[in-house]
């Protein structure tokens, strides 16, 4: 019998999902009725299903999510100026193939983290890189990065990114370090790759916040040219939740 070979030779040549649908259709009978493109296209089906499947786990992995969140379970019933057709076109990333940003801004708990993480999902399932940060800790991993020396090899990494995602920004004043460290960030991603900025406070006191005019002028031209915005609102879903009986 070839049987034993064929699957051995499949898995050899990293065929795994052709060898998986081998092994079933020759469990299964009825299967040989079928002709032989039919049943060759059913183990090419196979393999392209699990290298997508390979695929967004190695992505999810790589995009360290916060959530697991997805566009399927937003809610739209909570009153925060969330519109549908809004995020059905922010869902179909075009935005991130096209190296745009997206402002996401509004109180605490109206759910800026997950939907981050939502269109960060959906970016994963497209076969796009991503890499959520929270950027005071990002920040602080640059200052570490200088005296280690992987500073260039770390903001490589980001430059390369599809779509990067930094979450509560705008929590601290910047010193001098880090306003340069962000410059060069959004200097490397600026029209190449999209970046998601997700804040409590509103675009126009960003300004204040990078501190040192020129550089805070150089960093928001970056990074809202051309940027989507999406300004949420209303009370927390948080407290709204706890208070439903």
Known sequence: MLQ?????????????????????????????????EERL???????????????????????????????????????????????????????????????????????KTWLACALGN???????????????RLLEQLRIAHGDGSWSRLLGQLAR????IFDDWGLHKLNAAQRNDLMELIEDRHGRRATLIASQLPVDTWHELIGEATLADAILDRLLHNAHRLALSGESMRRSAATTP
């Not at 497209?126 to 929270?134: A, C, E, I, W």
């Not at 990114?161 to 990067?164: E, H, R």
């Open 4 to 36: 034993q070979p064929t699957l051995e030779r499949l898995r050899a040549l990293k065929l795994t999902g052709m060898a998986e649908a081998l092994e079933q259709q020759l469990a299964q009978p009825q299967t040989h009725d079928l002709a032989f």
């Open 41 to 111: 296209a059913l183990l090419i089906e196979r393999e392209h299903l699990h290298r997508d499947n390979r695929r967004l786990t190695r992505l999810l992995g790589a995009a360290k999510l916060r959530m697991n969140a997805c566009v399927e379970d937003i809610d739209y019933r909570h009153p925060r100026g969330l519109h549908r057709a809004q995020m059905a076109a922010l869902a179909g990333c075009d935005w991130i193939r096209r190296g745009q940003n997206l402002c996401l801004t509004g109180p605490t708990g109206c759910g």
């Open 122 to 136: 959906q970016a994963c399932r497209q076969g796009l890189s991503v890499r959520y940060l929270r950027l005071p």
């Open 161 to 164: 990114t599809d779509l990067v």
